[in-house]
Every structure is written in C-alpha cells, then in structure tokens.
C-alpha cells in the first residue's frame, strides 16, 4: 500500500526556516514524480514545488530562490527546504505522487495538470510576523 507521511511543519517567525519531509513508503520515490502543494484557510491549493523522476525541479514564483525541494533516495524521503519564511507562507502542506507527472505552469504559477494518485495527511506551517 502506498503511503506518504509529512512531517516537519511548526511555527517560526518571519525569516526563519523550517525542512518540511514526506516519507515515501510502498514504492520508490525515485521512481515517481512527486510535488509539493499549500493550503491556507479560504484559499485554493496551490502548487509550491515539483520534482520529477528525471530529477527536474520547478518552483511557483512565490517561493522561488527561498524553497529548495529535494530527494534523499536512500531514506526513500522527500524534502522541502524553506527559507526567509513569510507571514504568507502560513498553510497546511502536502505531498503528492504519482509516476506520470502531474504538475504543469500557468502565468508563473505550478499547477495541477491531473490529479496525482497519492496525497499525504499535511503538516501545518505557521509563520508570524
């Protein structure tokens, strides 16, 4: 059964960071296309950031130069680095998977092109001022 699991969410201040890890069990992330998305309270989700099987990266513009996604294949992990953490940043965060890809770009922003076939629970990301 796959499963995907975040942790790491907390709350920081402005300009602190926080590593966000979505831990893969029941396939091999190295094998998936895997994504990061946000959802604050009366917004939409939105795409944060995506790293294919080729091991590709995209970032929305929002968050680009201050997040870093990455794969740790050994641990079977996927990260989210954040840095110079916003107030705008507070949301819950997901992770999602799938082997075909699911994430695509409109007018700077990562969307959803297909929904992938796994999510994880979220964790939450508070950042005060």
């Known amino acids: 059964q796959v499963q995907l699991e975040e942790s790491g969410g907390g709350s920081v201040q402005a300009g602190g960071s926080l590593r966000l890890s979505c831990a893969v069990s029941g396939y091999t992330a190295r094998n998936y296309n895997m994504g990061w998305f946000r959802q604050a309270p009366g917004k939409e989700r939105e795409g944060v950031a995506s790293?294919?099987?080729?091991?590709?990266?995209s970032y929305t513009d929002s968050v680009e130069g201050r997040f870093t996604i990455s794969k740790d294949n050994a641990k079977n992990t996927v990260y989210l680095q954040m840095n110079s953490l916003k107030p705008e940043d507070t949301a819950m965060y997901y992770c999602?998977?799938?082997?075909?890809?699911?994430?695509?770009?409109?007018?700077?922003?990562?969307?959803?092109?297909?929904?992938?076939?796994?999510w994880g629970q979220g964790t939450q990301v508070t950042v005060s001022s």
């Open positions: 999602a998977a799938d082997p075909v890809p699911f994430m695509g770009w409109a007018h700077g922003e990562l969307i959803l092109v297909r929904a992938p076939n796994y």
């Open positions: 790293l294919d099987s080729d091991g590709a990266t």
